[in-house]
């Protein structure tokens, strides 16, 4: 258990700071951080604060779903805004474009590495990732058009408020997946497995990796 809270809070804290690399990028965010770019633009706020207030208007979203928040879920919604507006406090601007584009690139990768750490602690999904798993579970609709539907929306209407929309969107699109498939299985949690021990009927059940 605690294994998996430390890789919780971490990953949650990583996502975080890829938030932050994207912004100080300023080559294109994911469509979710364009979003909130475009609102924290709009209402001249922390984008870490503006993903919070988005976190917590998304899982009201949940309850016509009837989906459940877990620890993950909640954790979701403060740690990652927290964390990118430390992030934001001490990564400075940049303006090599060399510099730029390798920040990008890192931005992507600690950003599935976060996401094959959070996921994988297994404390549930967040927010936004709930919001499309409930949308199937009530509608029957396939998982991939709900996803598409989300962040073209989101992405749009980010686009829309002035957020960063750019070549480090394409990129995320295009790597983000692969990347996630990746990764994922290295921090996976496997429930308790049972072992049966020589010379006994019985079996020894101990976590698994």
Known sequence: MLRRLVQLYLGLALYGVSTAMFVRADLGA??????????????SMNIGIVMIG????VLLLWIPLRQRPGLGTLSNVIVIGLAADA???????????LVRA?????????NALATGMYIGAGFGAGPRD????????????PVRSIRTAIEVSVLLSGWLLGGALGVGTVLYALAIGPLIQICLPWFRYSPAACIPPRNASTAQCRDGD
């Open 30 to 43: 994911d469509p979710w951080n364009v979003f909130h770019l475009g609102v924290a633009n709009l209402l």
């Open 54 to 57: 988005v976190g917590v208007l």
């Open 87 to 97: 992030a934001l406090a001490i990564l400075p601007g940049f303006e090599s474009l």
């Open 102 to 110: 390798v920040l990008l690139v890192s931005a992507v990768i600690v």
């Open 130 to 141: 709930g919001l499309m798993t409930g949308i199937h579970a009530r509608t029957g609709w």
